[in-house]
């Protein structure tokens, strides 16, 4: 955290922590897009109403998710069990992970099946079969017709 401009100490649980991380980061998306629309086209307003109303639903709909979806359900998997008993590390915007320093899930262990593949044949294929293609007949399609 020593190389960010400001540091904020807040008493809350990781999960308020993330949901403010992810209100600053669509905010700073939509922000730098309604930035870029404007220079693109000067003839828009640089926040106009619209702008405004979307920038608050989505950071509402953000918070929703956080306080209530996030809440109500929970997906795991084996994987994210392993992973996840670990303490919970922080994860500034400017961090020093680097691959060796993050934290390892222990190896899942395989157990190998060993299954025999046997091809399967057909009796069903004719003795004798011919490969000639349907343009090579001598006879015209008026001949085979009226045979």
Do not use: C
Not at 57 to 84: A, P
Request: proline share 8%; no cysteine.
């Amino acid at each position: 955290m020593s190389n960010t401009f400001y540091n904020f100490k807040l008493d809350l649980e990781p999960n308020l922590i993330d949901m403010i991380y992810d209100i600053l980061r669509m905010s700073t998306i939509q922000l730098v897009t309604q930035i870029m629309f404007y220079m693109n086209n000067s003839s828009l307003s640089l926040f106009s109403e619209t702008f405004i109303k979307t920038l608050v639903f989505i950071n509402f709909g953000i918070i929703v998710y956080y306080l209530l979806i996030r809440k109500l359900f929970s997906f795991v998997s084996e994987d994210y069990l392993r992973v996840t008993d670990n303490n919970y590390t922080p994860t500034p915007p400017m961090n020093k992970a680097t691959p060796d320093n993050l934290p390892k899930a222990p190896p899942k262990i395989i157990s190998p099946t060993i299954t025999s593949v046997v091809p399967k044949v057909s009796n069903d294929a004719p003795n004798k079969t011919s490969n000639t293609p349907i343009n090579s007949t001598s006879a015209s399609i008026n001949q085979l017709s009226h045979q």
